[in-house]
Nanobody
Framework: QVQLVESGGGSVQPGGSLRLSCAASMNISSIIFMDWYRRPAGKQREWVARITSGGTTNYADSVKGRFTISRDTAKNTMYLQMNSLKVEDTAAYYC?????????WGQGTQVTVSS
């Protein structure tokens, strides 16, 4: 099972930017797909973005055009660049990996967007 560790959360004003990182314990280019999810306080978890082993990316409509998912295979790290942040982006963000039936989650990192 893949071990995942997120970092990069914090507090930012509306319109600001943050970059989240998700370090994996194995070669991420071979992981079938990796996702970012988020869970706003008191609400259900929601899918944010995906990157596949082939590098294909997909985004939730709520973040399309503002967030960018990427990876650095040399560092075995996935990223989520978040620009034009809104108050409604406030949530705990989690990375997720699916690899031949094994499902792995990181511990989460908090993002707070507030003026």
């Amino acid at each position: 099972q893949v071990q995942l560790v997120e970092s990069g959360g914090g507090s930012v004003q509306p319109g600001g930017s943050l970059r989240l990182s998700c370090a994996a314990s194995m070669n991420i280019s071979s992981i079938i797909f990796m996702d970012w999810y988020r869970r706003p306080a008191g609400k259900q978890r929601e899918w944010v973005a995906r990157i596949t082993s082939g590098g294909t990316t997909n985004y939730a409509d709520s973040v399309k055009g503002r967030f960018t998912i990427s990876r650095d295979t040399a560092k075995n790290t996935m990223y989520l660049q978040m620009n034009s942040l809104k108050v409604e982006d406030t949530a705990a963000y989690y990375c997720y990996a699916y690899h031949y039936g094994a499902k792995s989650w990181g511990q989460g990192t908090q993002v707070t967007v507030s003026s």
